[in-house]
């Protein structure tokens, strides 16, 4: 009977600490930026995680660590979900958007499907060419 009681106080406990982290989360203002991972150049490298960031116009890539790719002239190419062997590194969820920008640079970028819209707001589709 006491383990009963004991386990009763712990997950009481528990879920105290989980709603109060819940309360935490929801007040505190939203991260501004497009969560994702990016690997360049496209298809080649390895994934890492950062936000793509629109304001001023220019879309610029901030991974979690090293320096800003600044995306100017950024235009996306192509839009496809992951293959079985990304999904190990990336969420298989995800949709990668397959980036150009001016002066020959590519990059892959990878969100979640809630987040493309904003991404291709953000990092135009390039113009069809035309026939």
Known sequence: MIEYALL???VVGVGWLVRRKHRARSAAAPVPGIPGMARQPAGAGRWRPGRVY???GAARWVPERGEAVELPGGRAT???VPSIKEGISINPGSRIV???YEG???IEIAVMPLDVRELLEA???ADAPSP
């Open 8 to 10: 009763a106080g712990g």
């Open 54 to 56: 629109a304001d001023g």
């Open 104 to 106: 020959g640079g590519s």
């Open 78 to 80: 192509g839009l496809r």
């Open 123 to 125: 990092l135009p589709q």
């Open 98 to 100: 397959a980036c150009t």
